[in-house]
């Protein structure tokens, strides 16, 4: 099967039409933003017996690796799905998921349920990822890829905003009572996911995944209409002649994902794992658990946490928005590893001052807000170079494997180890935590400058030619 389709979606110049996709797609880190930041803003209320969930500080921690852990299982199951059924039904599928969980939350009545509703609110956010990296790169033109993405990603945090600036109206005991403040939290949430479907629905199936599985007059179909409708808006249209020849296939199993991971690409799978292993610990840990660390060691009110919780976000969205340009004008390779190693480096820093007493709650805040203007970058980077590095009739399944492997190491450990810190109750014990996550992000920085892939401004079948392409 011959085709030009992935050089004339990559040819188009920036329209209505991509900013339609983005706001479709890109939503989903608003969701997760907002279910992250809800938990960890009401970490401090939900050990309260008059919440009507009453768990222990450990319990919040084990909360959050239940949402994980569901996010694990659920980036594995719908990322196999994903490259296998296409994009378009399971970022569909997902998000009626994510609605029908995170509304089951706002019921919960006991630590069992609350848990059971969190594993299956992850497993949609997991799955989301998969479903929504592959189609926001197959459908991005590539001279732009880095940087909408990394924008994309750091759309998290305009969800962490709500979520923050929700629980500081949610928690105020004077407007609502303490067992009904966090439940509306949670059910605000699936009032978003709502407004999402109606606007998701209109986002095509990735062309490059059609074409791959023999349904070439489809993708003809839709990429002719959407070029039908950039040309209405920005003029005519450069002809292409760079063209595609490839053995068309219905989807590829385990053993092939396997011999690709392990034998064709084996230094860009130690890449993947080591960026995603590092930003997950760095994340998780302190995200789920800042409510906590707020409260017990500054004497922050639970209802007063999101005003800590809001500088934080804003600058984990600056960081992206501020730095994306530079991965496709400078490159991969000098931004990812830069963006690590300065994340790590300021965190020990943090750390440090943490420990000798020399921060309070908002100076503390102030030494985040710096850590995660580049983790942000980094982290989002991580998802993206996961998503280039790969071949197309992988790439979902790629992103699922390093996004459970990457957040089941730093991700499940990291809530369970600051969880227990906490309890611990020394300084020492949490700025302990601080030097392993700066570690790992050191670690993952000077490997991206050893094996990392120059992939800015290249098209996706450059950087990893597919597996059935007719040479």
Not at 181 to 197: S, T
Not at 423 to 429: L, P
Request: charged share 15%; glycine share 12%.
């Amino acid at each position: 099967m011959r085709t030009n389709i992935p050089a004339r979606l990559d040819r188009l110049p920036w329209s209505s039409w991509h900013w339609r996709v983005l706001l479709g797609l890109g939503t989903v880190w608003i969701l997760d933003g907002l279910e992250v930041t809800i938990v960890g803003s009401l970490g401090d209320r939900l050990t309260q017996p008059a919440s009507g969930l009453g768990l222990t500080a450990t319990q919040v921690g084990g909360a959050a690796s239940a949402y994980v852990m569901g996010a694990v299982l659920g980036a594995i199951f719908f990322g196999y799905l994903t490259d296998r059924l296409g994009r378009k039904r399971m970022f569909l599928t997902t998000l009626m998921l994510y609605l029908a969980a995170t509304v089951s939350t706002s019921l919960a009545t006991s630590a069992a349920f609350f848990f059971v509703c969190r594993f299956f609110t992850g497993a949609a956010i997991g799955g989301e990822y998969s479903a929504i990296n592959s189609a926001i790169d197959e459908l991005i033109p590539a001279r732009v890829r880095g940087t909408v993405d990394l924008i994309v990603n750091g759309s998290f945090w305009i969800g962490a905003m709500a979520g923050a600036s929700l629980s500081i109206v949610l928690l105020d005991p004077a407007r609502f009572a303490p067992n009904l403040g966090w439940r509306l939290a949670f059910a605000l949430g699936a009032v978003l996911g709502i407004a999402i479907v109606l606007v998701r629905r209109h986002v095509p199936e990735s062309p490059r995944w059609l074409f791959l599985h023999g349904r070439l007059a489809e993708a003809e179909y839709i990429v002719g209409a959407i070029e039908a409708r950039v040309a209405h808006e920005k003029g005519a249209l450069a002809e292409v002649d760079h063209f595609l020849v490839v053995e068309p296939t219905e989807s590829v199993g385990p053993a092939v994902l396997a011999r690709t991971l392990l034998r064709t690409y084996p230094k860009r799978t130690v890449l993947g794992l080591s960026l995603f292993i590092g930003q997950a610990f760095l994340y998780n840990a302190i995200f789920f658990t800042q409510a906590l660390v707020l409260s017990k060691f500054f004497g922050v009110k639970d209802a007063r946490v999101g005003l800590f919780i809001i500088p934080l976000a804003l600058g984990n969205f600056l960081g992206p928005l501020l730095l994306g340009t530079l991965f496709d004008r400078i490159g991969r390779k000098v931004m990812i590893a830069a963006s690590f190693i300065a994340a790590g480096g300021f965190l020990i820093g943090t750390g440090m001052l943490f420990q000798w007493g020399l921060l309070g709650a908002t100076t503390l805040t102030l030494g985040w807000v710096v850590v995660f203007f580049f983790a942000s970058a980094a982290a989002s980077a991580a998802y993206l170079t996961v998503s280039e590095i790969f071949p197309m009739e992988i790439r979902a399944m790629a992103i699922a494997l390093f996004y459970a492997v990457g957040t089941g190491i730093g991700g499940i450990a990291g809530p369970l180890l600051f969880g227990l810190a906490i309890e611990i109750g020394t300084v020492k014990a949490i700025a302990g935590g601080y030097y392993l996550g700066a570690i790992l992000m050191i670690l993952a920085g000077l490997v991206e400058c050893a094996l990392g892939v120059e992939a800015a401004r290249k098209p996706l079948e450059q950087v990893a030619p597919p597996l059935s392409e007719v040479r």
